[in-house]
């Protein structure tokens, strides 16, 4: 059974950093795209960032180019998603997910099939 678990989010002040870890299960994370997306209150779900074999550097949404970096621990499994200078905007639940096919990641949340529970990540001082 394929599953994407998020952890790592919480309360930073404006500035700060966080570190999202995203543990996969019943896959290989090498070989499958995973994206990181998230939703506040009142919006869209928005794609942030994605990896894949095809695409090991990642693709960035714009709105978080620069501060935000994705990467992946073959040996844990894992995803990261390292995320600086953040600001109030970027408070919201962010979700991992997983495609179960193996091709270039893309920042469409209807090409991943396996979704994590999410991750509230809050910036306030």
């Known amino acids: 059974q394929l599953q994407v678990v998020e952890s790592g989010g919480g309360l930073v002040q404006p500035g700060g950093s966080l570190r999202l870890s995203c543990a996969a299960s019943?896959?290989?994370?090498?070989?499958?795209?995973i994206g990181w997306f998230r939703q506040s209150p009142g919006k869209w779900r928005e794609g942030l960032s994605c990896?894949?074999?095809?695409?090991?550097?990642?693709r960035y949404a714009d709105s978080v180019k620069g501060r935000f970096a994705i990467s992946r621990d073959n040996a844990k499994n894992t995803v990261y998603l390292q995320m600086n200078s953040l600001n109030a905007e970027d408070t919201a639940v962010y979700y991992c997910?997983?495609?179960?096919?193996?091709?270039?990641?893309?920042?469409?949340?209807?090409?991943?099939?396996?979704w994590g529970q999410g991750t509230q990540v809050t910036v306030s001082s």
């Open positions: 990896v894949s074999s095809i695409d090991p550097r990642g």
């Open positions: 019943g896959f290989n994370v090498n070989y499958h795209s």
């Open positions: 997910a997983a495609d179960s096919a193996v091709r270039s990641c893309v920042l469409l949340e209807t090409n991943y099939d396996y």
